[in-house]
């Protein structure tokens, strides 16, 4: 089985009216997902704000949803910023209050060396015991972890897994290739299914919040190797795949969740709530989901 389950979602962290974490619809979605397909969640991702996040504010989303899932899923906490020990102090943090896994992010703005990247997530992964999943986003961090280096951390035992958000079918064919023990994770809903055909095992998805069944479905297919029918789906997702990233995530999944399930609240700042054409793009892509 994959480390993680097959279907994370990277949940979106719900504010008050007052901006304040409403703790109370965080456990509600929580175990909503989790209903819907979702085999862990991912909390305080990028998807869940985290830049905009206190530390005791992320701390007490590891305890609300690890209450919440009761054993059901995975809570993976995303705990990676670009200070190394900041990123230590919060993975023992996480790991002190139930969560299963981490997510460390490659460090942004500060552009390191391959060399400091093998330092910063080996720091991280040597604060636990918990299985890290490193997440390999360039566009938004300015900064790749290349596959030799991804080689180089798959030797430390306590890395698990990456979450492969560089949107290159080329790059992940090589990870897959030349790094198989650890397990690849699309990080962008629109590739899972090209992903999987060369290898990754599952999805760190937003869209999920909205057809974590199709998802599921989906995922699941391509894993017992009915590429037929995981192809079929996956053209069924693609239009809400880019509706939900026709402006910055979490805005339109966040504006999505707030107009179709329950009252979410806006983004922090700098973020704002998605437009009105984006979110009637989001409801036409579900409804033509639905319909078929």
Request: charged letters at 20%; a negative charge; glycine letters at 8%.
């Amino acid at each position: 089985m994959p480390p993680f389950g097959e279907v994370l979602t990277a949940m979106i962290t719900p504010f008050r009216a007052d901006g304040h974490v409403d703790h109370e619809r965080a456990w509600r979605l929580a175990r909503f997902l989790v209903d819907h397909g979702s085999d862990g969640l991912v909390v305080t991702g990028t998807t869940g704000e985290s830049p905009t996040l206190s530390d005791d504010e992320k701390a007490s989303l590891y305890a609300t949803v690890v209450d919440a899932v009761g054993g059901r899923a995975q809570v993976v906490a995303g705990t990676g910023t670009y200070d190394t020990a900041h990123s230590v102090e919060l993975s023992r943090r996480a790991a002190d209050l139930g969560a299963d896994g981490i997510l460390a992010v490659t460090p942004y703005y500060n552009k390191p060396t391959q060399d400091g990247l093998v330092a910063h997530f080996t720091a991280i992964a040597e604060a636990t015991d918990l299985p890290v999943m490193l997440y390999n986003i360039p566009s938004r961090t300015g900064r790749l972890i290349e596959v030799e280096t991804l080689g180089r951390l798959a030797e430390h035992p306590n890395i698990a897994a990456v979450k492969d958000a560089v949107m290159d079918i080329d790059h992940t064919s090589r990870v897959v290739t030349e790094v198989p023990s650890l397990a690849v994770y699309s990080g962008q809903d629109s590739y899972t299914f090209p992903m999987m055909a060369v290898g990754a095992v599952g999805v760190v998805s937003v869209i999920s919040h909205l057809a974590g069944r199709e998802v599921k479905a989906m995922v699941r297919a391509a894993a017992v190797g009915n590429m037929e029918e995981a192809r079929r789906l996956h053209q069924r997702l693609l239009p809400l795949c880019w509706a939900c990233f026709l402006e910055t995530n979490p805005g339109p999944v966040k504006g999505a969740m707030s107009a179709l399930w329950e009252p979410c609240g806006d983004p922090r700042l700098p973020l704002v709530p998605p437009s009105a054409s984006t979110l009637q793009a989001i409801k036409d892509a579900l409804a033509t989901l639905q319909a078929r």
